[in-house]
């Protein structure tokens, strides 16, 4: 009795003993996990403000930062909208010469047309006499119909053939317009402006025969220098533009002899 007391007495010792010591075990283990959680989150809590003090001591802070941002953007957006505002119809008229470049020619030359013969009227008409309205749309025509697509392709077939900027290049540009592209359309404004005043062909012709080579004598006064200019420093889209602003003066002494009266008239 009393040996199988102690022998129970024994295991029974030594099965609470294992017992208390797998608790302990456990306890332990999870006592260690929760304590290396809470020394991460310290660590994460610990690393944050003084990341935030460092970015302080150098002058930076959330709203600081914010206010940097939003300035950046305004002042991006400011300055956007300053050369926009500044470039706002020469960047509009160059778009314009981008993507249609007959039209946008053919409306300034019309425009130029019909500025230069209310110019031209103003000049030689009497205080008596009213504007011819029917000339000034005839000249609108022709800039918008003739002159405008005619400069367009001109300039690029010469820019084409002759690509160079040199001063030899420019003179033989020069020379291809004086003699070529010139005497073409002095003769077609002519000859057009005439038929529409109701002119047959002979006094077309005679009116060709009298005004044609005294215009192209004095051109050759006028446009050499304004195409040096133009050829030489001017891009090939913008050639147009500023061939139709030197013939602004031009073109007024050409309406002026277009509105002459027919060659042996009264």
């Known amino acids: ?102 039209l946008t020619k053919s409306v300034t030359s019309a425009l130029i047309y019909t500025a230069a013969d209310l110019s031209s009227q103003m000049i030689t008409e009497t205080t008596s006499e009213s504007f011819d309205s029917i000339r000034t749309l005839r000249m609108a025509g022709y800039g918008l119909l003739i002159m405008g697509p005619s400069l367009h392709f001109w300039f690029n077939f010469v820019s084409k053939i002759l690509p160079k900027r040199d001063v030899l290049t420019t003179l033989k540009k020069i020379c291809m317009g004086q003699t070529i592209y010139g005497p073409i359309m002095a003769t077609v404004f002519f000859s057009l402006n005439a038929a529409l005043q109701g002119e047959n062909g002979d006094e077309i012709a005679a009116r060709l025969k009298r005004d044609l080579l005294p215009t192209l004598k004095n051109g050759l006064l006028y446009w050499p220098m304004c195409d040096f200019i133009t050829f030489k420093f001017i891009p090939v889209r913008l050639q147009p533009l500023v061939s139709n602003s030197f013939a602004y003066l031009w073109t007024i002494y050409l309406t002026y002899m277009a509105g002459l009266t027919k060659a042996g008239g009264d």
Not at 60 to 79: D, E, G, I, K, N
């Open 1 to 102: 009795m009393s040996g199988s007391f102690l022998r129970n007495g024994s295991k029974s010792c030594i099965q609470r003993l294992l017992e208390r010591r797998s608790i302990l075990i456990e306890n332990g283990v999870s006592t260690g996990i929760q304590t290396l959680a809470k020394q991460q989150q310290s660590r994460t809590y610990v690393r944050s403000p003084l990341i935030l003090k460092k970015l302080k001591d150098l002058g930076f802070s959330p709203s600081t930062f914010s206010s940097s941002l939003s300035s950046s953007f305004s002042s991006s957006s400011s300055s956007s909208s300053t050369v926009s505002s500044k470039n706002g119809f020469v960047g509009w008229y160059l778009g314009m010469i981008e993507s249609r470049p007959v």
